[in-house]
């Protein structure tokens, strides 16, 4: 798939000749001098073989040539084509075209999606940030062959592009990016191809982050280098183009309250964003995209000992003074506000071998899941999903407007909506989605592979239509337990968000919400009486005495006589009714307490029921009923 570039490159006026001199020329002939050459980057990291040298195609080559004093011309710009190669040519003309000249090419990792390098680098100010790769010397030939120069990499000094460490690693993570873009372009089109042109400055500052401030920039300092940290921060910029609303004031206020952006607890949108950036960097890594030789296992999820005994939770952390020691990932609602706990999530849904991975192995031997048995020892009467395989670019679909969803996923998305994203748009199998869902709860007692997925002969009844359960040899399970989700009645339930005053002030349990006030005597020219609501309190009327018009509310009609009008002076807010509370009070009840799920009723919001003649109940973090 041919790259797409976004920013078009800018090419830079070619002068004519070096300042050359026209007005004899007519005795000489002009002359074309080409230049070419090939480019090459030694590849120690994106592949498992190592020593490959990767053609550095599409990055910026100029070249320029001097004929006194050192004062170099450009003779124009172009992008290295696929076999990393250029080639530029210059027409001279005038009393100089065929004098010997300097040739020297520069090189910039730069194109229409990225750029890479040290914007604060004083040494390459003068050329505009480009680097000299080679310098011919001077001569008289017309077509110069610069050869194929490879970045090796190896020394700290930067004086040699050849040799330069720092080069190396800027022209290795160039030509990973615009691969990268290839391989998303391939599978998703330009709805899920980087959109827009970002920059790495690497080395610059300590650490490493990617912000977006409308230019969507990296900062990685060399303290934290790696090619995973490269990956893990261009996943930032992919989700922050593929999503509605900005992470930018999150992660503000997350480093100001907490110092970082990977504590022991975020905010749960936070942690899927962090979680996000790291297991894209390991799917890119290892084997989606590339073969990288840094992969070892980490495209596979975490030991649910080793999520519980989280030593970023654990092991003391300061911050801004403060030093804290929390409790690990015990809970669900613990392993959605980490950054693991996400990326073990997103694992489960891409692991290949999920349903022979041993999730009970000991901490600290163990972090990332092992195979516990081998595939041939699962039941063949038990379904294992066999036939489908995801990968990083069904999670990434997950963020796209498509299958029903009218825009990109939200920032404020956390890691049980994305499941759901995930399920919807990729048409995955509730049962599949039900067996990766237990093993974000860092409780559960038992292996995959123990679970022999036969379906129970009626589904319960959920609050958005059947739920199926699934046979365990004892009983039928159905999901893990939502936040707070607790049975009661026979039933499944998650609490009830409280309810509130929508309009006025709270007075307390009686008489509720003050709504509005009629004193005698406040309003000028006239007085209320006889307050009192109607239509099973809908609303509230008064009798206005004053001359004019109510004051408050509107007029329904007035009488013949005199100068009395009866004014509606409140409807009751939706939810609610009006009652009267001692002469001059009106007051409406509390709202009742609301459901983002499920329906409302004495025990809460239930979400569920289970199959007629059958048993609700809970058990190690999971709803189940009893077996029919």
């Keep these: 798939m041919a790259f797409v570039a976004h920013k078009p490159v800018k090419a830079e006026p070619v002068e004519d000749g070096e300042g050359q001199l026209k007005l004899f020329g007519w005795l000489v002939p002009d002359r074309t001098w080409t230049a070419t050459g090939c480019i090459q980057v030694d590849d120690e990291w994106l592949n498992t073989v190592g020593g490959i040298n990767r053609p550095l195609d599409r990055a910026t080559v100029k070249v320029s040539s001097s004929l006194f004093w050192g004062l170099f011309a450009p003779w124009g710009v172009t992008l290295t084509n696929v076999n990393g190669c250029y080639s530029i040519s210059k027409t001279f003309t005038g009393i100089f075209a ?55 990499g190896g020394s700290a000094s930067q004086a040699n592009p050849l040799t330069s460490e720092v080069r190396r690693r800027q022209g290795l993570t160039f030509w990973g990016y615009t691969h990268l873009q290839d391989a998303i372009w391939g599978q998703g089109g330009s709805l899920m191809a980087f959109n827009q042109y970002f920059k790495l400055n690497y080395p610059m500052f300590n650490g490493g982050v990617a912000l977006d401030f409308g230019l969507k920039v990296i900062f990685i300092g060399e303290d934290v280098w790696s090619i995973t940290t490269a990956f893990h921060e261009v996943a930032h910029i992919w989700h922050y183009e593929h999503l509605t609303g900005s992470f930018f004031p999150m992660i503000i206020s997350d480093l100001i ?134 990968n990083l670019f069904n999670v990434m679909r997950g963020f796209l407007p498509v299958a029903g969803y009218g825009s990109f996923a939200p920032a404020s998305m956390n890691m049980l909506q994305f ?177 983002t799920i499920g329906t409302l009723d004495s025990n809460g919001c239930k979400i569920g029921t289970p199959p007629a003649g059958t048993t609700a109940f809970s058990w190690g973090g999971n709803f189940y009923h009893s077996g029919q």
């Excluded at 996000?276 to 995209?289: K, N």
């Excluded at 709270?506 to 004193?519: D, K």
């Design 98 to 152: 065929n004098n010997n000249r300097d040739v020297r090419a520069l090189v910039k990792f730069e194109n229409g999606l990225t750029t890479v390098n040290n914007p604060f680098e004083v040494a390459l100010w003068p050329t505009w940030g480009f680097f000299v790769l080679e310098n011919t010397g001077t001569g008289p030939n017309w077509a110069w062959n610069m050869g194929t120069r490879v970045l090796n």
């Design 257 to 390: 309250s907490g110092c970082s952006t990977h504590n022991c607890q975020e905010q749960p949108h936070i942690g899927f964003l962090e979680g996000f950036g790291e297991y894209a960097a390991h799917r890119i890594l290892c084997g989606d995209v590339y073969d990288s030789n840094s992969c070892f296992t980490r495209v596979r999820g975490f030991t649910l000992e080793f999520l519980r005994e989280h030593p970023t939770c654990i092991n003391p952390s300061t911050c801004l003074g403060v030093t804290t020691v929390e409790p690990g990932l015990v809970n669900l609602w613990r392993l959605l506000r980490n950054d693991d706990g996400n990326q073990h999530s997103l694992h489960l849904l891409t692991d290949d071998l999920f349903y022979t991975r041993d999730f009970q192995a000991a901490w600290p031997w163990n972090n990332w899941v092992n195979q516990g048995v081998p595939v041939s020892s699962l039941k063949p009467e038990c379904q294992w999903y066999s036939n489908l395989d995801y």
């Design 419 to 595: 499941y759901t994203r995930f399920m919807n748009v990729n048409n995955v199998p509730v049962g599949f989605m039900q067996d990766r869902f237990r093993y974000m709860n860092p409780n559960e007692p038992q292996n995959p592979w123990t679970y022999c997925r036969n379906p129970c002969p009626n589904p319960a009844i959920w609050y958005n239509g059947p739920l199926q359960g699934w046979w365990d040899t004892a009983n039928c399970y159905l999901m893990p337990l939502p936040l707070g989700g607790y049975v009661a009645s026979n039933a499944y339930y998650v609490p009830a968000t409280p309810g509130g005053c929508p309009a006025g002030t709270f007075a307390g349990a009686f008489p509720g919400c003050r709504a509005l006030t009629l004193t005698p005597g406040s309003y000028p020219g006239g007085n209320f009486f006889g307050l009192q609501t109607i239509s099973g309190g809908a609303a509230a009327v008064a009798w206005w005495t004053g001359a004019g018009s109510c004051p408050v509310g509107v007029q329904l009609f007035s009488l013949p006589f005199g100068s009395l009008k009866l004014c509606k002076v409140m409807d009751a807010p939706a939810g609610t009714i009006l009652f009267i509370y001692s002469t001059f009070y009106v007051h409406s009840t509390n709202l009742p307490g609301t459901c």
